[in-house]
């Protein structure tokens, strides 16, 4: 597969969560077109399951959809900071809880039709209660769902972010494998 060719790039927008770039590209055929690219930091998605095997799952306020969504923890990795650093940060902001095993289950791009945004995830397990507050987690509800019921959530639309599906569609799957073996 032939790549693009970047001929040149500008910054039109440098915010606090998501940079925007204009590239202009040549296409293999040669043709030049534009490509808007929203740069975002990496993050890390966590699967986090409790002794009772319950999935911890988030409900928060969405402003660009408007709604509250139910989605599995993550956030955004700080500037050299460890990726298994951040989900032990992260379960603490949204969760409240500290995992003391964390195993790398893979990883996703978003959105990378226009976005940088690589999410690695992470199955947190053995949790212990170790609230962290966070600026901007006051909004944020935890939910305990049955492993049961997720495949469930996700069909009916009520788990519909893309992040969580994926996330939990992978985890199921590594759990089926688990027991096969």
């Known amino acids: 597969m032939a790549e693009e060719e970047t001929l040149s790039s500008r910054m039109v927008y440098d915010g606090r969560a998501v940079k925007l770039r204009v590239d202009t590209v040549r296409m293999p055929s040669g043709r030049e077109t534009m490509r808007e690219i929203v740069e975002h930091s990496d993050c890390v998605a966590i699967i986090a399951v409790d002794d009772k095997d319950n999935i911890l799952l988030v409900s928060q306020f969405r402003k660009s959809v408007e709604k509250e969504l139910l989605e599995i923890p993550a956030g955004g990795i700080e500037p050299g900071e460890d990726p298994v ?21 893979g990883g996703f791009y978003s959105s990378p039709g226009y976005c940088t945004e690589y999410l690695h995830l992470y199955l947190a397990t053995d949790l212990v209660p170790s609230p962290l507050q966070a600026e901007d987690s006051e909004s944020i509800r ?27 569609l992978t985890f199921l799957e590594y759990r089926k494998s688990a027991k096969s073996v």
């Open 85 to 105: 650093d951040c989900v032990r940060r992260e379960l603490r902001e949204e969760a409240g809880f500290l995992p003391r095993k964390v195993e790398r289950l």
């Open 142 to 168: 935890l939910d305990r769902v049955p492993l049961a019921q997720i495949s469930g959530l996700i069909a009916s639309g009520s788990i519909c972010d893309a992040k969580s599906i994926a996330g939990l």
